[in-house]
């Protein structure tokens, strides 16, 4: 007589856990800007949000999510965290997090402007053209919500974006590459200054 | 410190993106304040000393002291490294360890954490069965500790708590679905089949339902009746049923059934979305097999010569009882339990027969030499031993010698004991998927009333928290005032900063609306933001994390998820519309704020919509005490406007009166008015214009709780730096 399995037990099999554990505390002392006090608290934050130890997409919408109440973060969260995928694989361990973070607080204008640049270069195609611009733009205005005035409307962001690009692309090439972008930059006290501005303590 | 304040480093750091696309130079950061064991922002030199003289000491083994929410723990550090790929095992570890107190801190559940300890010192892992089982998963995942490890003792307990909390979460899941709004319209195939599966989706469907049931019932009766004796045939003087004295009247309902029959048959094969797998389903064939017998009936081209395969098609006429479990839930269930115990039915019979050829062979050779025995042979038998095992005991054959009463008085026995067996599993499996399908439309019905409920919750204790945040903008103001800036909390005016740089950088402000929908509403309200899935379960009591989610989307009818709103719950004080700005009770569903004439879709920016003028209705909730109104006043230089020449929100509004709100935006404040039926004198106006205040979901403090917000809608060509 043959005796049917339980099919219970097999069917809430455990969800196959993937955990990640960062390499020693010193070891990320010495590869990034941070103190250790500094990665200590990071590392909190970061696993009380993630107990698993890796940041998917989705965390990242959430977290922005709190921030930026009303807001539609998925877009926004979305291209920030294609930057932070060094790998592409989906998920953002604790050491790339730390990594890219240290990059942005701590790193030197050059690097920071690099990352806006990979930020803004959705397709990684080492050029952006308006439609990277307006990707950007769109999103962050989504990260308003509708709760700020005036009204943003396609056509403001349009506009936004046109004057943006124009500002950007001086010799009219259609598209902007990393070294038009960083002279461009570099070359620009307000943006200097502004990316100063964000300089954060942890 | 709240986690998630530890992540606003980062989402300032990523701001820098923003920075080419600003309009505006950003502002400068917020004072710097040194907080205690911080080291300052340069980038610090390694620790290397220090790490190798720890290393030094941890050589030899030494007591750590694991402080868990308050509770310290102490053991030997060569216990926790027994299972080196958990976090306490590895260096996990020493991310949370505190220099000052010379211990590791963990902000979790010390009760859980006790368990995870023993598990540790014992190497047994056990559950603890008054914990809750998402709970306890979540504590095990933070420590890195795999479920499997659970010790024998508690690990069914902890499987059948999981496989009952997965079970519960896709109800739940399901469940959602259901109520969630279809925003896009059906075909009408898939709402046919809609109304097929489920009845109360319209009247149509139900309409539907009754009818179906009415006639499968008239048809199940139609066939008993069909038999009954009716009286004598006047020709032949034999008895005759109903059926043969009025074959007409038969025929006519039988035929009015099987047409419905075949309609419905027909409709719901059409209307299926996979046709192929109907066609195979139970139900698809039980409905075949009730009209089938009907049409084969028809076309067959005699009755009397085929007599015995017609009577066998009509047996199958019986098979339209069947369909009446599309009606009773009961019956699938019923069904259901049936399938499940497969193993379990399969025994009893297997068991059975074994008796039943044993007991039947005994029974024969023991009454073979009775003389006229019924014991005929073997298989003649057989209908004794059912008949006793199940204790039945017709008395058509009964044993005469004593050796057959012997063992007829063993079978009867053992029948007793081997049917009882199988039952009771039987009986708990009905019973287990029974109590889970009655659950489900239980907990429809309840959370309706659970919403209610918290609503009210809420509004009861909204006054304390507007007390509690006056005294904390005070405080503020107090510390503003005299440059005594060590009240403020860092955490909350880099944040309100955040929130400017992103103003400056597209050239906008954060308004306040009331729920009239004023303003913004009117501006088209065309940046869709969406559904805010800003959930903030996870803050718990982090009473800093206030988010004042006032009636800014009220512009929108967007269908939240629940989860967004779970902080709401927990800070206990949404109420409606509180005047100074409070949050108000953001639930759409609640129905207290005015639904939008357009849904908007959340991920694509809308062009600009004019909204009609239509009465939008401004539904209160009964309970709530307040009353919103936002008033658009002239700023103190400008006298008050007569009511008559506020600005009236059902206009639409277009260009014409944009301008014209434009032209009286300008260096207004907003002053709100209120109704209460407990006026916490909320309501005055204040003229403070030089003062910006972001509306930061983090501050209590926040000048959105003032009672006017400076209120400046940025030209586009001149910025007036607030």
Redesign the interface.
């Known amino acids: 007589m043959p005796k049917t399995s339980n099919t219970d037990y097999d069917d809430d099999g455990l969800e196959t856990f993937k955990r990640y554990k960062p390499r020693s505390l010193d070891e990320l002392t010495t590869r990034t800007k941070f103190s250790k006090k500094e990665i200590q608290l990071i590392y909190q934050g970061f696993k009380q949000e993630c107990p698993s130890g890796i940041v998917n997409e989705e965390t990242f919408k959430h977290i922005y999510g709190q921030f930026f109440p009303f807001a539609d973060t998925s877009s926004y969260a979305r291209l920030v965290f294609a930057t932070f995928d060094l790998r592409s694989s989906g998920c953002v361990t604790f050491e790339d997090f730390l990594i890219c973070l240290s990059t942005l607080c701590r790193g030197s204008i050059e690097d920071r402007l690099r990352w806006i640049f990979t930020l803004y270069d959705t397709k990684k195609s080492g050029k952006i053209t308006k439609d990277d611009f307006h990707v950007i733009v769109c999103a962050v205005y989504a990260l308003l919500g509708n709760v700020a005035s005036p009204c943003c409307d396609l056509e403001t962001i349009r506009e936004h974006t046109t004057t943006v690009f124009q500002r950007f692309d001086k010799s009219h090439q259609g598209y902007i590459t990393m070294e038009d972008f960083m002279s461009f930059c570099l070359n620009d006290p307000n943006i200097i200054q502004s990316i100063d501005v964000l300089r954060t303590i942890v | 410190?709240a986690?998630?304040?530890?992540?606003?480093?980062?989402?300032?750091?990523?701001?820098?993106?923003?920075?080419?696309?600003?309009?505006h130079?950003?502002?400068?950061?917020p004072f710097?304040i040194s907080?205690p064991?911080?080291?300052?922002?340069s980038?610090?030199t390694?620790?290397?000393s220090a790490?190798t003289t720890s290393i030094g000491e941890r050589r030899c083994d030494e007591k750590i002291i694991l402080n868990v929410s308050g509770r310290r723990f102490e053991c030997w550090r060569s216990t926790l490294e027994k299972y080196p790929e958990s976090?306490l095992g590895?260096?996990?570890k020493?991310?949370?360890?505190d220099?000052d107190t010379r211990e590791y801190f963990f902000?979790r559940d010390p009760d859980v954490f006790r368990v995870i300890l023993n598990f540790y010192r014992t190497g047994k892992l056990h559950y603890p069965r008054h914990e809750c089982i998402a709970a306890y998963d979540?504590e095990l995942?933070?420590f890195?500790i795999?479920?499997?490890i659970i010790g024998d003792c508690c690990y069914e307990d902890y499987?059948d708590r999981?496989?009952e909390n997965?079970e519960r979460l896709i109800d739940d899941r399901l469940h959602e679905d259901d109520d969630k709004i279809q925003p896009k319209p059906l075909s009408p195939r898939e709402s046919m089949w809609r109304a097929f599966e489920n009845p109360n989706t319209s009247t149509m469907a139900s309409v539907f339902y009754y009818v179906t049931g009415f006639f499968i019932a008239v048809s199940v009766i139609a066939n008993v009746l069909d038999t009954v004796a009716c009286g004598p045939d006047p020709e032949t003087g034999y008895p005759r049923s109903c059926g043969e004295r009025f074959t007409r009247q038969f025929f006519c309902l039988d035929t009015a059934c099987v047409m419905i029959f075949t309609v419905e048959y027909f409709l719901r094969l059409y209307a299926a979305p996979d046709r192929l797998k109907f066609v195979r389903s139970v139900m698809s064939v039980i409905d075949v097999v009730a009209i089938m017998p009907y049409y084969i009936s028809l076309f067959m081209p005699h009755k009397g010569e085929v007599s015995g395969a017609f009577v066998t098609l009509r047996v199958f006429r019986v098979f339209r009882i069947f369909k009446f479990s599309r009606h009773s839930q009961g019956l699938r269930v019923l069904g259901y339990t049936l399938k499940s115990c497969?193993?379990e039915l399969?025994?009893l019979l297997?068991s059975l027969t074994m008796a039943i050829i044993i007991f039947a062979t005994v029974m024969y050779y023991a009454e073979k030499t009775v003389v006229s025995t019924k014991f005929t042979s073997i298989p003649a038998a057989f209908w004794y031993t059912i008949v006793t095992m199940t204790t039945l005991g017709y008395g058509d054959m009964v044993p005469k010698t004593w050796a057959g009463k012997l063992v007829g008085g063993v079978c009867s026995l053992s029948g007793v004991l081997v049917i009882a067996l199988p039952v009771p599993v039987i009986v708990s499996n009905f019973s287990r998927i029974y109590h889970q399908s009655q659950r489900a439309d239980k907990m429809k019905a309840q959370r309706k009333a659970r919403q209610s409920r918290i609503r009210l919750a809420r509004n009861a204790t909204s006054n304390a928290f507007v007390a509690a945040k006056r005294r904390h903008e005070q405080n503020l103001e107090d510390s503003n005032a005299s440059g005594d800036k060590s009240i403020v909390n860092p955490f909350e005016s880099?944040?309100h900063h955040?929130?400017r740089?992103?103003?400056l950088?597209?050239d906008?402000?954060?308004?306040?609306?009331g729920p009239d929908m004023l303003?913004?509403?009117g501006?088209?309200?065309?940046?869709?933001?969406?559904?805010?899935?800003?959930?903030?379960t996870?803050?718990g009591s982090r009473s800093r994390?206030l988010?004042?989610?006032r009636a800014?989307?009220c512009?929108?009818s967007r269908r939240r998820r629940k989860t967004s709103y779970k902080f709401n719950i927990e800070r206990k004080n949404t109420n409606n519309a509180n005047a100074s700005g409070d949050e108000i009770d953001a639930e759409i569903g609640d129905s207290q704020l005015p639904l939008t004439i357009n849904p908007y879709n959340?991920?694509t920016?809308?062009?600009?919509i004019i909204i009609p003028s239509q009465e939008i209705p401004y539904q209160r909730n009964s309970t709530s005490s307040l009353q919103y109104n936002v008033v658009l006043h002239s700023n103190v230089n400008e006298p008050l406007l007569p009511a008559t020449k506020r600005f009236d929100l059902n206009l639409p509004f277009d260009t014409v009166n944009r301008t014209e709100l434009?032209r009286k935006a300008n260096s207004l404040m907003t002053v709100y008015e209120h109704s209460s039926m407990n006026d916490t004198g909320i309501g005055e106006s204040a003229s403070k214009s030089d003062t910006y205040r972001a509306?930061s979901?983090?501050s209590v403090s926040d000048s959105t709780f003032r009672r006017t917000a400076h209120?400046q809608?940025?030209a586009k060509d001149t910025h007036e730096a607030v």
């Not at chain 2, 920016?605 to 600009?608: F, H, I, Q, R």
Request: glycine share 6%; proline share 10%.
């Open positions: 410190m986690s998630v304040a530890a992540w606003l480093p980062f989402a300032r750091a990523a701001a820098i993106g923003w920075v080419p696309l600003a309009k130079p950003l502002p400068p950061p710097r907080r064991g911080v080291l300052p922002s980038p610090s390694s620790t290397t790490t976090l590895s260096n996990e020493e991310f949370f360890y220099e902000d979540e995942a933070f890195g795999l479920p499997d499987r999981k496989r997965t497969a193993s399969g025994f297997f880099q944040h955040l929130l740089c992103l103003e950088t597209t906008r402000e954060f308004v306040e609306m303003m913004s509403s501006g088209g309200a065309s940046l869709a933001a969406g559904s805010a899935t800003a959930g903030f996870n803050l994390f988010l004042h989610p800014w989307w512009c929108k959340s991920s920016l809308s062009p600009n434009n509306r979901p983090s209120v809608i940025l």
